[in-house]
Every structure is written in structure tokens, then in C-alpha cells.
């Protein structure tokens, strides 16, 4: 017979030796989840607006039509709410920065595209070949300038510029739908199934670590980059730097990006509700911030009391990445590691 401290210890054993299998049991459900509601329902998002705006684009190059820019801006929706996922198949032949090049502060996309439609260039032929051209030239940005910059609109041939537009929709339709094929077609098995034959990731701990990256990542810019670039300093603010301003989109992506990483966090969280309620504190706070500013492309950030709006709303994301770092990370046993913002 045992002793009771015996026994005792053969239960902690016991609960030890359970705990890993539990925590594993634990991330591979989390895992399954994010890819099922959270990243396929996304990509098969983009890959169905995307083609609506390949048939759109189609039918008429009048940068005016209001089908033709309600298009757009679902495929452009689509694609925000996606954009934090920036691994797998999004990495494959640069298609994230082909669909979504931006910031440019270079200022090479309405350059390259200038230097198209002054050339006549044959490249617009066909999509397939188009997917050669500088990715400065393709996906979201590059038809933002086609359809509201109206130094673009002037330039050389109509007929050039209406097929110059069409094979930038349809490079845009065939990028998305690749990606979602890819994810169909092994990549989501291979993140739900990490550690089996073929799968990029070694453990389910590699696997959540990727996803929580792609969480940190999204808050990361759109913190420092989508509010970050438009802010600049007291002493130089950049309006003219904020994202798609010339479309009026700026504060839309804060707000479509805001809602698709809270759920993303949520979904990592798992069953912890208490972690849970903090995340969605931080998250409504910021969304009430970013819900009552009229300022659709930052362009009071030039003036003191529109700019601290500004400003205190993007406090109020970086409390919620110190939420995601201090708690959720450590909840799921992982840190950031490098993202998509870190360059080599």
C-alpha cells in the first residue's frame, strides 16, 4: 500500500506526464480552429471579390463607374482583412508585396506605371505575362493610382491605359485565387497538422508561434505604419504618407484590420475567458477611438487637436499589443520571433 506521500507523488507524476500531451492537445485545437474560421474564410473572401473585380474591370475602364470602384473597394476590403497572414502561401513568389506594395517611399509605383503607359508596353497583353512586371506595378495600389490619381488618368493612350487597368485586375484575381488554392490544397492540412510528413512545422508549438505572429504582426503596422507614417513628428506630419488616401481608405483599414486581428486574437486565447474579456476591452476601446474619428485619410493630422485623436488611438492599439506580448504570448508558450517587418 502506499503511503499518502507516496501517492501523492505518483499523482503529480502523473499530472506531469499528462500536462504536455493536454497543452499539445490544446494548441493543435486552437490551430484548427484559426485555419477553418479564421484564415480560409478570409483567402476564399479575396479570391471571390478579386474575381469580381477581374469581371468588373472587364466590362468598362470608366475610373468613374461606380460598379467598377464598388469592386475595388470589396476586393481592397478583402484583402485588408487578410493581410496580417502574411506566411505560406503569401510568401510564395512575393505575392503579399504583388498584391499590396505599399509603403512605396520610393514613390516607384506611379513611376513604373508612368513608365508603362508612356512605353505602350506589350506586357499588358496578358495576365500571365503581366506577373513579370515590377511589383510596383501590380495589385491594390497600382489600381488605386489607375482609378482616383488624375495625373495617371491623363497620361498617353486610353486604350493603353483601360488595358493596362484590366490586366492589373485580372494579375490581382489569378494572385488571390493561387493563394487560396494553396492554402485548399496542403498548406491548411500542413498548419493543422504540424509535425507530420511535409509539414513545415515541427510541433504545434511552431505552429502557434506562427499565428501569433501574424497577430503581432498586424498590430504592429497597423500601430507604426498605417498611423505611424501619416503622424510623423509634431514638427512634420506626413497626411500624404497615410494608406490609399487617394482612394479615401486610410482610416477604413484601420478599422477592417482592427476587427479581423481581434479576431484572431480571440481565437488564439482559446478558453480562456478572462484573457479573452482583456483582449476585447482593448480591442473596443480602440475600435470606439478609430469609430469616432471623421477624419477618413488623416489629414488633420497637421492640426493639434485632430492629430491627439489620432494619437490616443493609436496608444490605445499599442496597449493592446502589450496585452498580446505580456499575456497571450506567454499563455500559449511563445514569443513573436521575426515578422514581416523585420526585413534580413
Known amino acids: 500500500m502506499f503511503s499518502l506521500s507516496s501517492a501523492a507523488r505518483h ?108 512605353d505602350a508596353d506589350p506586357v499588358v497583353e496578358a495576365a500571365e505575362g503581366y506577373a513579370e512586371v515590377s511589383i510596383a506595378a501590380r495589385g491594390f495600389y497600382a489600381l488605386e493610382m489607375m482609378l482616383f490619381d488624375p495625373e495617371i488618368a491623363a497620361l498617353g493612350d486610353a486604350q493603353y491605359r483601360c488595358a493596362l487597368m484590366q490586366v492589373i485586375a485580372a494579375d490581382t484575381a489569378k494572385l488571390a485565387a493561387d493563394i487560396l488554392a494553396d492554402w485548399q490544397g496542403g498548406y491548411a492540412d500542413a498548419l493543422r497538422n504540424s509535425g507530420a510528413e511535409g509539414s513545415p512545422y515541427r510541433s504545434d508549438a511552431e505552429a502557434l508561434q506562427e499565428l501569433f505572429k501574424a497577430l503581432t504582426y498586424g498590430l504592429e503596422f497597423t500601430s507604426d505604419t498605417r498611423l505611424g507614417r501619416p503622424l510623423g513628428t509634431f514638427d512634420a506630419p506626413h497626411p500624404k504618407r497615410a494608406e490609399a488616401w487617394r482612394a479615401g481608405r486610410s482610416l477604413r483599414h484601420v478599422r477592417l484590420s482592427l476587427a479581423s486581428l481581434e479576431d484572431l486574437a480571440r481565437r488564439l486565447a482559446g478558453d480562456d475567458e478572462d484573457l479573452q474579456a482583456r483582449l476585447t476591452s482593448g480591442f473596443e476601446a480602440a475600435r470606439e ?49 521575426f515578422n514581416a517587418l523585420d526585413g534580413d
Do not use: N
Not at 11 to 30: E, K
Open 11 to 118: 499523482i503529480a507524476l502523473a499530472l506531469a506526464l499528462c500536462a504536455p500531451a493536454a497543452a499539445s492537445a490544446q494548441a493543435r485545437s486552437i490551430a484548427e480552429e484559426v485555419v477553418d474560421a479564421h484564415i480560409l474564410p478570409r483567402f476564399a473572401a479575396l479570391a471571390e471579390t478579386s474575381a469580381e473585380l477581374r469581371a468588373a474591370a472587364s466590362k468598362t475602364c470608366d475610373r468613374e463607374d461606380a460598379a467598377l470602384r464598388a469592386a475595388y473597394a470589396a476586393a481592397f476590403d478583402a484583402w485588408v482583412a487578410a493581410s496580417h497572414l502574411r506566411f505560406g502561401p503569401t510568401e510564395m513568389e512575393d505575392r503579399a508585396f504583388a498584391l499590396a506594395f505599399w509603403p512605396d517611399t520610393r514613390g516607384i509605383t506611379p513611376r513604373t506605371l508612368r513608365g508603362l503607359i508612356a
Open 289 to 337: 477611438d478609430a469609430g469616432a474619428l471623421q477624419d477618413p485619410v488623416f489629414a488633420g493630422v497637421s492640426e493639434p487637436a485632430a492629430r491627439l485623436r489620432v494619437e490616443v488611438l493609436r496608444q490605445k492599439i499599442d496597449r493592446v499589443r502589450e496585452t498580446v506580448q505580456s499575456e497571450l504570448g506567454p499563455e500559449l508558450g511563445v514569443a513573436a520571433g
